[in-house]
T-cell receptor, first 112, second 116 residues
Framework: NAGVTQTPKFQVLKTGQSMTLQCAQDMNHNSMYWYRQDPGMGLRLIYY???????DKGEVPNGYNVSRLNKREFSLRLESAAPSQTSVYFC???????????FGQGTRLTVV | AQSVTQPDIHITVSEGASLELRCNYSYGATPYLFWYVQSPGQGLQLLLK??????LVQGIKGFEAEFKRSQSSFNLRKPSVHWSDAAEYFC??????????????FGTGTLLAVQP
């Protein structure tokens, strides 16, 4: 029972490089989310997808794009990485009207 | 504006001592409240949640939390802390369109250290 799977777990990028963080869930959830976690700031919502085919901005969307590829997968893309995007990124999923959000193990991204 | 405040950044308790982690929220509608725990290098695990009904809710690992509407608080408690409870704890509030877990707002976390 995998739950929410994120890849990669660790990544180092140079400023200006691009990359895509992958997220997949096997719980048949409708809603998926991307958060970033920074020291002293808790988790902040970057983008979310309430259902397949829809995406919306969260609190800190600048510098990111997302794709809800299908019901299972929700990817986060950094087109031109900046040091300010150094963070731990978490993907989560929940069912519409659900009572719990399930989180992946996180991707630790460093931009140098 | 919707927000969650965890006033204690870092707490140290002795093993076997009681614990209370504070959480205050600001939310315009009926809040759905959560406590999550994060062990080092791990994702977030749900400890407990409050949606309605009894204001004292029980969670996993011996944790409980009490919802006090008049104080806009949802403090987490444990009667006797174990060394394995050392972790970071996050309070969160939800309840937007789409359900309780849509667009969760998190506090900044409280890092718990347990000394022998």
């Amino acid at each position: 029972n995998a739950g929410v799977t994120q890849t990669p777990k660790f990544q180092v990028l140079k400023t200006g490089q691009s990359m895509t963080l992958q997220c997949a869930q096997d719980m048949n959830h409708n809603s998926m989310y991307w958060y970033r976690q920074d020291p002293g700031m808790g988790l902040r919502l970057i983008y979310y997808s309430a259902s397949e085919g829809t995406t919306d901005k969260g609190e800190v969307p600048n510098g990111y794009n997302v794709s809800r590829l299908n019901k299972r997968e929700f990817s986060l893309r950094l087109e031109s990485a900046a040091p300010s995007q150094t963070s731990v990124y978490f993907c989560a999923s929940s069912d519409v009207g659900g009572t719990e959000a399930f989180f992946g193990q996180g991707t630790r991204l460093t931009v140098v | 504006a919707q927000s969650v405040t965890q006033p204690d950044i870092h707490i140290t308790v002795s093993e076997g001592a009681s614990l209370e982690l504070r959480c205050n929220y600001s939310y315009g509608a009926t809040p759905y409240l959560f406590w999550y725990v994060q062990s080092p290098g791990q994702g977030l695990q749900l400890l407990l949640k409050y949606f309605s009904g009894d204001t004292l809710v029980q969670g996993i690992k011996g944790f409980e939390a009490e919802f006090k509407r008049s104080q806009s608080s949802f403090n987490l408690r444990k009667p006797s802390v174990h060394w394995s409870d050392a972790a970071e704890y996050f309070c969160a509030v939800g309840g937007g369109y789409g359900g309780a877990t849509n667009k969760l707002i998190f506090g900044t976390g409280t890092l718990l250290a347990v000394q022998p």
